[in-house]
């Protein structure tokens, strides 16, 4: 009996390693493939925000890490991309966290006109709102998100910046209020903060590792 728990251990030990070493084998084998799909979905985000008649750099290696708790929703820091056309910087964007979701954070992507600071795309990249309802935020499910084009925060308090049911401009979803007002929270208070501080955020080191 003890010798067939022996043997029956000894299978389950050989079988637990070669596991392991096969996760660890798949893992390194796909995690240039993985970083290399990061980077096409990152680019194909900061191509939509930023309109790629407006720059001539590859706007991924441009990466800056901004932290400012208030204005991105974290404490976290978050990646700030410039984009220049022919050495000039045409555009900025950056990324935020709506930490009031519904279900809990949304991670926006902002895109904003380095002259005017008129937003000029915003994309979600992340989130785990209701199917149906609250998921409508998310470009592949309704055009929602694309009423922040052209739009420009013009005060701190700037009292447009918010759902019609709150007086503001911007559409609720029906049976879903609570998603749509955090990521404009988020996008209003990352963009006013960008606008003011545009000089300086541009002008931080590149220091995305990775990016």
Not at 11 to 38: G, N
Not at 46 to 64: F, G, Y
Not at 130 to 141: A, E, H, M, N, S
Not at 190 to 196: D, F, H, L, N, T
Request: with cysteine.
């Amino acid at each position: 009996m003890i010798e067939t728990i022996r043997k029956h251990g000894g299978i389950l030990a050989i079988a637990a390693l070669l596991s392991t070493a096969l996760v660890a084998i798949t893992h390194t084998l796909t995690e240039d493939t993985i970083q290399e799909q990061q980077q096409r979905q990152l680019a194909k985000a900061l191509n939509q925000v930023i309109p790629e008649s407006m720059h001539d750099n590859a706007l991924h290696k441009t990466c800056r890490l901004i932290q400012n708790a208030d204005a991105l929703g974290t404490d976290e820091a978050q990646p700030f991309y410039v984009a220049t056309q022919n050495d000039t910087v045409t555009a900025v964007a950056i990324q935020a966290i709506a930490p009031d979701g519904y279900n809990g954070a949304i991670s926006v992507l902002i895109g904003m006109d380095a002259t005017s600071h008129n937003v000029l795309g915003v994309r979600v990249l992340a989130h785990n709102e209701t199917p149906g309802l609250g998921d409508k935020v998310d470009i592949r499910v309704s055009d929602w998100v694309q009423s922040f084009a052209g739009k420009k925060v013009t005060a701190e308090n700037d009292n447009r910046w918010a759902v019609r049911k709150d007086g503001g401009q911007f559409d609720q979803f029906t049976g879903a209020t609570i998603t749509p007002r955090a990521v404009v929270k988020a996008v209003k208070k990352a963009a006013w903060y960008v606008s003011q501080n545009q000089d300086v955020l541009i002008n931080q080191p590149i220091n995305c590792g990775g990016q």
